[in-house]
Nanobody, 124 residues
Framework: QVQLVESGGGLVQAGGSLRLSCAAS????????MGWFRQAPGKEREFVAT????????EYANSVKGRFTISRENAKNTVYLQMNSLKPEDTAVYYC?????????????????WGQGTQVTVSS
């Protein structure tokens, strides 16, 4: 089993920044891709960013490309999401997830373990 705990969410004004962290415990995440997804009220969960097991490859949703950066520290079993130039439409609950593969993946069904989520609210 893998437990994932997100932190770093909060309320920020448009144009501001937040850094989300995802700490894993239980089994290692170092050989698996990791991802961030988000879900806004009344909307389906959507892909945000993914990073390969080594950190060498990343992929982003078009809506966050150039503003968000995913990174990982395998020695600390932790994944991060740096969010800059935040917009009100970024408001959502953000979830960290561990994939079942080592390569990057944008599809939710290739993620097996999920955190409980952290709320990000961007005011205009």
């Amino acid at each position: 089993q893998v437990q994932l705990v997100e932190s770093g969410g909060g309320l920020v004004q448009a144009g501001g920044s937040l850094r989300l962290s995802c700490a894993a415990s239980g089994r290692t995440i170092s050989t698996y891709a990791m991802g961030w997804f988000r879900q806004a009220p009344g909307k389906e969960r959507e892909f945000v960013a993914t990073i390969s097991w080594s950190g060498g490859t990343t992929e982003y949703a078009n809506s966050v490309k150039g503003r968000f950066t995913i990174s990982r520290e395998n020695a600390k079993n932790t994944v991060y999401l740096q969010m800059n130039s935040l917009k009100p439409e970024d408001t959502a609950v953000y979830y960290c997830a561990r994939a079942t593969v080592g390569r990057v993946t944008t599809v939710y069904y290739e993620y097996r373990y999920w955190g409980q989520g952290t709320q990000v609210t961007v005011s205009s």
